[in-house]
Every structure is written in C-alpha cells, then in structure tokens.
C-alpha cells in the first residue's frame, strides 16, 4: 500500500523557569512532529523529534516541503527504501542539523504505523519484548533560583533515589571547575555508595588538556566511588580530540548525541573516540539508522546509552543487545517536557530505575491534540 499523506507542524514548548547547560541558556523546547498516512487506512503513523530552543519550523519545512513529495505514492512498508530517498533527495541541504532531524521524524513515523498496522509495540515488531529497560535520572541543570549549587544537587539525587532510581546524571562544564567539583562531591555523598554518577559537559572544554584537568578534579570529588562517565567534553566535531583523552582517562568517554548517520558513527569507532556511544533516533535519521549504529557498535563491544527521547528509545533499546540504559527525564523537572505533548494515561511509566515498555502498538503513546493546537507554532 502506498503513502497518501506526510505533514509536519512545529510545536514550542516554554521551560516554566531559567534553565541553563555549560554553554547556553533553555528556556523552550522546539519539538516537530510528523504524521504519516497509507492509502489502506485512516491510522496514521506518529514521529517526532526535538529541533532545540528554536529551529522547529526549519526542520518542519524540509519534512513539508522536500521529503512529503519525495514518499508521495510510495510503498508504505519500504520503509529502507524511503529512507534512502530521502537522504539522496536532500544530499544537496545537508546530511546533518535540521535535514537529517527531518528525516528521522519521517522514519519514525513509518515505523510507527507500520507496528500499530500489525497491532505490535515498535519493540516486539523489531525484534524485542516488551519488558521494562533499565534508566537513570537525568538533571543536574543550573537553575539559579534553586539556590546553593551543591545544596541544590543534593536534594536532586535525594529525590531521583526517592523515585526508584540509583543511577543519576549531572552537568559540569558551567562553573569553575571548582565549583563543579563541589556539585560532584554532593551528589556522590547523596548516593551513599549506591548506583553510577555520570557527568555531562555539554561540550564546555575547548581542548584535551583543559578537559583532563577538569575530569581530574572531578575523579577526586567521586573519591571511590567514580564515575560512570565523562559525556561530550569536547566540541563534538573535535573526534581526534575524545579519542586523545579517552586514552589519558580511566573514566569512560561517551559521545555520538548529535552525530548524524551511520558514517559519523564510523568515524567514532574507527578512531577510537568513544567507550559509550549516546545514539539519538532523533538526531541521527531514526530507527532505521539507530538500528544499523547499534548493529556496528555490537560488533566492536561498545555499548549504546541512547540520548533523551525514553519513549521512543525504550523500545529500540529493548529491540538491540547492546543497551547499557536509557536516559530518562521525570516531567517535573522541566527540562524535557515532550510529554506535556502526551496525554497523561499514555506518557511512559517507571518503576525501580527501569522505563517499560508500553505494550500497546507502534510507540505506545497519544498525543493531546488541545496541547498541540495550543503550542503549534
């Protein structure tokens, strides 16, 4: 059956209070989401993406404007063959950034209805079960009117714990490295020597040298207890630069969030340049092409912790072997606030440090369309 329909729209979602990275400020989310139609049924297929604090409506004009007339009357179930069209169609705009974004939306959402058109979850319909994944707490953002930084980390991890989980995840790169240091060292003692800290520069340090003395500090802060692993130090492009102080550092070095393809993957792992890989469906051309990463990683032993996106991720990590955990952001914290999107009896349950899987078809969750009309852009 071929494809009848493909629309975007561009929603943006405000951050209710300052919000800040090593390197910038959040105060909205732009998320795109696509819905995709074939000609033997009214159900549509549901992808979507995060495009950043702005950049929604660029991603939504490339899925609009040059991919929709691209899978127009196409077979619905080659969904290979629509990506690989997709990606010729748009060689000449880019293979990264808002195209490629673009195009990981549309992959999800024929992935999504070809598991609702079999009336399986997206993780039994590749090949998983759904069976609950393993997680950890994410956060650790600056939020000034949280007051004392290190106070502020202590009553977080306090409150992940209280949620079931003991595995968490913090920002460094923000502060001095002293003071970062010092948020280290909170989280660390909160634990109580249970679970794995990991630590997310956002890309803060701008050589190895400044990125090893920082990681240096902050192994002593851990004490011995250490840390799980030292995410994104370096400008993501700098790959010979992970790989030089993955070689300098016993923690493990984890990157790959915002690479793009199967080809910047290789470049990782050929270099050397990463123990973690943080594939993003959203990012890298969806399930298709998380699908080829994680076959490639599997084959070199690296595991995959894939990057925001649990709702979709739950189900591509219980589809793969080589998933250490899935990153998960609890909605009141507001930083990842896509499920305000979700209605509330669909949005992704939790229990003991593990996301489950939802058992209903495709992803498994619905959208609230008042909450969409109400965001769109």
């Not at 059956?1 to 951050?15: D, E, G, H, N, Q």
């Not at 079960?129 to 004392?148: D, I, K, L, M, T």
């Not at 660390?188 to 400044?210: C, P, Q």
């Not at 990125?211 to 851990?222: C, G, S, T, V």
Request: proline letters at 4%.
């Amino acid at each position: 059956m071929k494809i009848t329909s493909v629309r975007a729209v561009a929603v943006r979602v405000p951050v209710k209070r300052p919000t800040r990275i090593s390197t910038r400020v959040l105060d909205k989310r732009d998320y795109v989401l696509v819905w995709v139609k074939r000609e033997d049924t009214e159900e549509e297929g549901i992808g979507y993406i995060y495009a950043g604090t702005s950049g929604g409506a660029v991603v939504a004009e490339a899925v609009n404007g040059m991919l929709a007339p691209t899978l127009l009357g196409r077979p619905a179930d080659d969904i290979v063959g629509a990506w690989d069209a997709m990606y010729q169609e748009t060689l000449l705009h880019g293979r990264r950034g808002a195209v490629m974004r673009a195009i990981s939306a549309v992959d999800i959402a024929l992935w999504d209805l070809s598991a609702k058109r079999a009336g399986l979850p997206l993780a039994v319909l590749l090949g998983g079960s759904a069976a609950s994944v393993p997680a950890y707490a994410s956060g650790g953002y600056y939020q000034p009117e949280e007051g004392n930084w290190a106070d502020a980390v202590t009553r977080e991890i306090a409150g992940n714990i209280e949620s079931g989980f003991t595995d968490h995840k913090i920002k460094v790169g923000g502060l001095a490295v002293t003071e970062d240091a010092a948020r280290v060292q909170a989280a660390v003692k909160t634990m109580e020597g249970r679970g794995r800290l990991a630590i997310d520069a956002n890309n803060a340090y701008r050589t190895v040298a400044e990125a090893e003395r920082a990681l240096r500090a902050f192994e002593e802060a851990a004490g011995d207890t250490g840390l799980w692993w030292y995410e994104e130090p370096l400008s993501p492009d700098d790959v010979h630069g992970h790989a030089r102080l993955r070689d300098r550092s016993r923690t493990p070095i984890a990157t790959g969030e915002i690479a793009a393809s199967r080809w910047e993957f290789r470049d990782l792992i050929e270099r050397g340049a990463a123990d973690i890989l943080q594939s993003d469906a959203g990012v890298m051309g969806g399930v298709t092409e998380f699908l080829r990463v994680a076959a490639a990683a599997a084959t070199f032993a690296l595991p995959i912790a894939p990057h925001w996106h649990a709702n979709l991720h739950a189900h591509l990590s219980a589809a793969i072997t080589n998933c250490m955990t899935v990153e998960h952001f609890a909605l009141e914290k507001d930083i990842y606030n896509f499920e305000l999107l979700v209605t509330p009896d669909t949005r992704l349950a939790v229990a003991e440090g593990h996301v489950l899987v939802p058992e209903r078809p495709g992803l498994g969750f619905d959208l609230q369309n008042d909450a969409v009309r109400r965001f769109a852009m």
